[in-house]
């Protein structure tokens, strides 16, 4: 594998389910990152992790629980999401850590739909 | 607040149709301007990073221009498979992105 890499690709959940979303990235970089694009709309950032841990939230509902147990793999873990959510959600990683300028590169996405 | 602004919002080209798609930008301390590729139902894949007014770079029929208000993506003599939704992005502090709406380009053969 190489680069950054999602699965699963494609998730259908009810409203009561609990689902999680992974990312791995294979490019030895020190930051992670939780985007969601909804149709129309421009790539929002969610979650930003440094060396593991969480610099950023950009105030994302609690129904929303992000995970990074290592530099390389992070988690997306969700529960009791509304219709509104069904989008698609794209993990990327950076070689520095933030503050500085350095080029984020994305994984494939996790489409998500939520019934 | 940081706004990036995207034009136009879609473009028709027929192969070989040069044309330029425009991504103006107000912020406060630009540190860097990002351009991004994105096919339909996949992540956006990175072309290019432009640091500073007057910086340019290119890429095969592409090329990345940067002013103080604003960067434009020129594209030569297009191809079908150049047909994706273009993505501009800024970066001003931190790690924080803020992109733009995007322009979706079609090249008709």
């Known amino acids: 594998e190489t680069g950054v890499t999602q699965t699963p690709r494609h998730l259908v959940m009810g409203m009561t389910n609990k689902k999680s979303l992974k990312c791995e990235q294979h490019l030895g970089h020190n930051a992670m990152y939780w985007y969601k694009q909804s149709a129309k709309k421009p790539l929002e950032l969610m979650f930003v992790?440094?060396?593991?841990?969480?610099?950023e939230n950009n105030s994302v509902p609690s129904r929303f629980s992000p995970e990074c147990p290592n530099s390389s793999h992070l988690f997306l873990h969700l529960h009791t999401l509304q219709p509104e959510d069904s989008a698609l959600y794209l993990c990327a990683s950076s070689g520095k850590p933030s503050g500085t300028t350095d080029t984020q590169y994305f994984g494939p996405g996790t489409r998500l739909t939520v019934l | 607040e940081d706004q990036v602004t995207q034009s136009p919002e879609a473009l028709r080209l027929q192969e070989g149709e040069s044309s330029s798609l425009n991504c103006s930008y107000t912020?406060?301390?630009?540190?860097?301007l990002f351009w991004y590729r994105q096919d339909p139902g996949k992540g956006p894949e990175f072309l290019f990073t432009?640091?500073?007014a007057g910086e340019e770079k290119e890429k095969e029929r592409l090329k990345a221009t940067l002013t103080k208000k604003e960067s434009f993506l020129h594209i030569t003599a297009p191809k079908p498979e150049d047909s994706a939704t273009y993505l501009c992005a800024v970066q001003v502090g931190g790690s924080r992105l803020t992109f733009g709406e995007g322009t979706q380009l079609t090249v008709n053969p």
């Open positions: 432009l640091y500073s």
């Open positions: 912020v406060s301390g630009l540190r860097g």
């Open positions: 992790y440094n060396f593991k841990e969480q610099t």
